[in-house]
């Protein structure tokens, strides 16, 4: 059985649209506007979208916060909004704009209650801690309250509650957003740590494309709330044409060059290839005046801005 | 029990506005009663009621409302909760929405008002001259139940309608500490409309009025039929189911905020 089903999905928001001082108008946004989806056990989903595509929507109606307007939703099992409780404590939710931490608590009490509150053996979450401890270090701020932690390390606390109940799927919206390098660090290989085990499914949005190289295979792509794109990475790629480009500089200016751009001034040689490099880097073996070669990937940010531009031109 | 220990933990790093807090809901609470006392320095008989007989009635709102404040009086905070998306990370916990927001933050500075409405209530019974028998006993603590009941499941109701009008401001405040208001003086007093929706509307006639009434042994100046101050808790109980409903309902509309 698969871990996340969603049929027809959907959630609508009415607005209140000012239209003058007296007058405002009622406006339906379709915020979700009928996802399919199936995550199988152990997968790590990436979903990513542009601003207000339906992401955080989607993720709340999965963890029974938001009752969907139609359509049907289980995640393991239960259906999220009437068999919540249950539901709960199957899953774990990280809410990067919002803690769920207790704002005056240390973190190490924090995570003390919700060890009551999901009623973990004591065993299990001492074992939990540990890992994550160790994992994110977080031994130098366990005492110190939650409203006067950093973002990072706030982060690196929410991490952790999420996990401590030992969930089997992990929902994350946004979990690297306001985080500097090292940090988004730290919780991307914290998150490949979880999940190499494979027993953990992870669905995690982001508006930060190197999170999605790092932990995901399979990359949903939404826009005005229906998924544009559902399939791995490479295939995205494929879709778009987006090749590996072989870029070559020179000490000298050449006029033309058999099956490359010429760009700065005839000193850089560009090509684009499909698979495998080795065909051009041999032929330019014999070429006057060559300084350096270097191979670029084709680049993720490209293709997804492309993406939601020709989805954008699409849209009613 | 965990939860309760944190809370209190988390409070206490306040120790200043907590002592403050303490303080201003003593006088809050002194307040009510020094208006009845001095109500009654300008006359000497409110709707046909001594002091010592309206103090009854006095008592048992301030015990019931008190004691209902301080068991789901919190409930008020979910306006901030909807309102800024927090009840998301209420919702993804195993427990009760309820449950949370009162364990959230205990409201142990609540407590020093149900202790002073037990005193006022236990005086006023002392000094009220009552023929006690054992159904009488057994009517006070029913009542005082119901009155509990009556008044948390107004603070259920009120609450509940910030899930469809997240502006609904002090509205929810008119029927909660106006409820007190009414309830504290003999219902015999209002007239006309006022009396009929408030007190059999809403029901907050069967608060303090009528078991108060058969307490002390007396008729109904009003000429309702004998036998209501008894079954006046009763219709407490029957009034509370809806606000569970209306919040479970409730629950269901919540919309979080956007991202
Ligand atoms: N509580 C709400 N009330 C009304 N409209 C909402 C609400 N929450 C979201 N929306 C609307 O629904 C749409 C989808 O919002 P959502 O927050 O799911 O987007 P998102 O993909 O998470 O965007 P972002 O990347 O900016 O976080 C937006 O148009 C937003 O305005
Ligand atoms: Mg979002």
């Not at chain 1, 609508?12 to 649209?17: D, G, I, K, L, Q």
């Not at chain 1, 709330?225 to 791995?232: E, L």
């Not at chain 2, 309608?161 to 106006?178: D, L």
Request: some cysteine; proline content about 4%.
């Amino acid at each position: 059985m698969s871990v996340i089903e969603a049929r027809g999905l959907r959630k609508e928001f009415t607005v209140r649209v000012k239209r003058s001082r007296l007058r405002r108008e009622k406006r339906i946004v379709h915020a979700v506007d009928g996802v399919d989806l199936t995550v199988e056990r152990g997968e790590m989903l990436g979903y990513i979208g542009p601003n207000g595509a339906g992401k955080s929507t989607t993720l709340k109606m999965m963890t029974g916060v938001l009752m969907p307007s139609a359509g049907e939703v289980r995640v393991c099992g239960y259906t999220p909004v009437p068999q919540r409780t249950k539901l709960t404590r199957r899953i774990g939710v990280v809410f990067g704009q919002r803690s769920q931490l207790w704002w005056d608590l240390p973190l190490r009490d924090s995570f003390d209650l919700l060890r009551h509150i999901f009623r973990v053996p004591a065993a299990d979450h001492a074992s939990r801690l540990r890992r994550c401890r160790s994992l994110l270090d977080l031994d130098e701020f366990l005492d110190i309250p939650v409203r006067q932690l950093s973002l990072g390390q706030r982060m690196r606390g929410e991490l952790t509650a999420a996990l401590l109940h030992g969930p089997e799927v992990l929902f994350l919206d946004e979990p690297t957003i306001g985080l500097d390098v090292v940090s988004k660090q730290a919780v991307r290989s914290f998150l490949t740590e979880v999940g190499v085990r494979g027993d953990t499914t992870l669905v995690l949005t982001t508006h930060d494309l190197a999170d999605i190289e790092r932990l995901c295979q399979r990359l949903v792509v939404i826009d005005h709330g229906r998924v544009v794109h559902d399939g791995t990475i490479d295939a995205l790629h494929a879709r778009y044409g987006s090749r590996r480009r072989v870029v070559v500089d020179l000490d000298e200016p050449v006029a033309s060059y058999s099956g490359a751009i010429v760009e700065a001034d005839g000193r850089r040689l560009v090509f684009e290839v499909d698979g495998s490099a080795a065909a051009v880097v041999a032929r330019l073996g014999g070429l006057p005046g060559l300084r350096d070669i270097a191979i670029l990937e084709p680049d993720i940010e490209d293709v997804v801005a492309r993406l939601y531009k020709t989805t954008t031109e699409d849209a009613p | 029990m965990a939860l309760l220990r944190g809370q209190i933990s988390a409070q206490a790093s306040y120790r200043v506005s907590f002592a403050i807090d303490l303080g201003t809901n003593m006088v809050a609470t002194m307040l009510d009663v020094l208006t009845v006392l001095v109500l009654f320095r300008v006359t000497k008989a409110l709707g046909g009621f001594t002091l010592r007989e309206a103090m009854v009635m006095v008592g048992l709102t301030a015990l019931a409302f008190a004691a209902a404040d301080l068991t789901v009086g919190n409930i008020e905070r979910v306006k901030l909760y909807v309102n800024t998306g927090r009840l998301d990370a209420v919702l993804v916990r195993p427990l009760g929405v309820l449950p949370q927001l009162l364990l959230m933050d205990i409201p142990i500075r609540k407590a020093a008002r149900s202790v002073f409405g037990a005193t006022v209530l236990g005086v006023a019974l002392a000094s009220a001259d009552i023929d006690w028998t054992v159904a009488r006993v057994a009517l006070l603590v029913y009542a005082l139940l119901g009155g509990v009941l009556f008044f948390a499941s107004i603070f259920v109701a009120t609450a509940s309608v910030a899930f469809w009008w997240i502006e609904s401001g002090e509205i929810g405040n008119a029927f909660t500490y106006g409820g007190r208001e009414f309830t504290t003086y003999p219902i015999n007093i209002y007239s006309g409309w006022f009396r009929r929706v408030f007190a059999y509307g809403l029901g907050f006639g069967f608060v303090s009025y009528y078991p108060a009434l058969a307490l002390l042994g007396r008729t109904d100046p009003l000429g309702l039929r004998g036998g209501r101050g008894a079954r006046a808790p009763a219709v407490s109980v029957a009034i509370a189911a809806a606000p569970a409903a209306v919040w479970r309902v409730g629950v269901r509309h919540y919309r979080s905020t956007g991202s």
